[in-house]
């Protein structure tokens, strides 16, 4: 059975989603792979991007710089071409690192994302500098707009004098290409979606964590994916593991999670990866890929219902815990 069909059963099984709207964005369409890694479209930017995204944090973890730096170069090196980064990961040293990473024509060879916590057209305009030094870099591929998490956010990207005007500013400079946002919570996202259509503004991207338990619990994929492609706006996944909890737990492999995230329409599954016995799992991941059927859907649903509907395994969703911008509100002044 192709591929195609199988994300439409799958699709099917999960429910709540407009299939419609995903087969008339040819979202459908078959993975292209090259060696072990799968691409995808991002959206309606036309752009082609790993499936698999290397997630920023994580480069930031190790002791050494050096490990940090093997990671992404070993990434590239084997097919991802998509890195995530933030203006706050470790206070700046994730993008330091990735910017180091990136020297020696590796910055040529990925699609290079990071995200900035601004609430004012002064501070997006400042962040988005310090990105581009840090990164070592005279363009970003993706800005976006970090942590979209509370109600009034979306108000304060669209406001006078807001985040959106200097990004508008830095795109005619030509020092970011395309605009996005992420955050913990669907309720926020929606509203996002909405004011973007009252302003006639469409987004490029958003990033939402993505992984099975979500499936059945305040579920971005329910409530906010249908959305996304019906607009042609690329999903970004993020979390597929929970950040580590679903596998610590024995709720599900770290494989099998990444399966999941893969199987929904997400043009990428950033993934947290701080060594190398991670980036080999990831690669695994996506060299065994098939768009779950839906009786492995079903089996997987059933067996991780009860650890979903606690929501304990998702803190990003119901605390602040995972929330930087609540405890260091001084990043948005």
Same mark, same amino acid.
């Given at each position: 059975m192709p591929d195609n069909v199988r994300r439409r059963d799958f699709l099917d099984t999960l429910g709540g989603i407009s299939l419609a709207a995903y087969m008339a964005k040819g979202l459908f369409a078959a993975d292209e792979r090259s060696g072990d890694m799968i691409y995808r479209k991002?959206? %309606?930017?036309?752009?082609r991007v790993s499936a698999i995204g290397l997630g920023g944090h994580h480069i930031g973890r190790p *002791?050494?710089? %050096? +490990?940090?730096?093997?990671i992404v170069r070993a990434a590239i090196d084997r097919g991802i071409n998509f890195m995530d980064n933030c203006w706050d990961y470790h206070n700046g040293k994730s993008e330091v690192w990735m910017g180091h990473a990136l020297r020696d024509g590796y910055r040529q060879k990925v699609f290079l994302m990071t995200k900035f916590d601004g609430r004012t057209g002064a501070s997006t305009a400042k962040q988005i500098d310090e990105c581009l030094q840090r990164l070592e870099t005279d363009r970003i591929d993706l800005m976006q707009y970090h942590e979209n998490i509370r109600l009034e956010d979306p $108000?304060?990207?669209?406001?006078?004098?807001?985040?959106l005007e200097a990004l508008l500013a830095a795109k005619k400079a030509g020092k970011i290409r395309y605009i996005g946002f992420t955050?913990?919570?669907p309720m926020v996202h929606l509203r996002m979606l909405e004011e973007a259509q009252a302003h006639n503004f469409h987004f490029d991207s958003a990033q939402m964590p993505l992984n099975i338990l979500d499936a059945q619990f *305040?579920?971005?994929?329910?409530? =906010? =994916?249908? %959305?996304? =492609? +019906?607009?042609?706006? /690329? !999903?970004?996944?993020m979390?597929?593991?929970?950040?580590?909890?679903?596998?610590? /737990?024995?709720? /599900?492999?770290? !494989?099998?999670?990444l399966h999941y995230s893969l199987s929904l329409p997400?043009?990428?599954?950033?993934?947290?990866?701080? +060594?190398? %016995?991670?980036? $080999?799992?990831?690669?695994e991941a996506a060299r065994t890929f098939k768009p779950l059927t839906e009786s492995q859907l079903s089996a997987l649903?059933? *067996?991780? *219902?009860?650890a979903a509907l606690s929501g304990k395994y998702e803190g990003f969703k119901t605390s602040t815990q995972f929330d930087g911008t609540a405890h260091n509100p001084q990043w948005m002044a």
């Open positions: 991002l959206g %309606k930017t036309g752009e *002791r050494e710089e %050096k +490990d940090g730096i093997r $108000d304060r990207f669209f406001a006078a004098g807001g985040p955050g913990h919570k *305040r579920s971005f994929a329910h409530q =906010v =994916v249908p %959305k996304l =492609v +019906d607009q042609g706006v /690329a !999903v970004l996944g979390k597929p593991l929970a950040n580590g909890a679903i596998p610590q /737990a024995n709720i /599900a492999s770290a !494989v099998e999670c997400t043009s990428v599954v950033i993934h947290g990866i701080p +060594d190398m %016995k991670g980036l $080999d799992q990831a690669f649903l059933s *067996r991780t *219902r009860t």
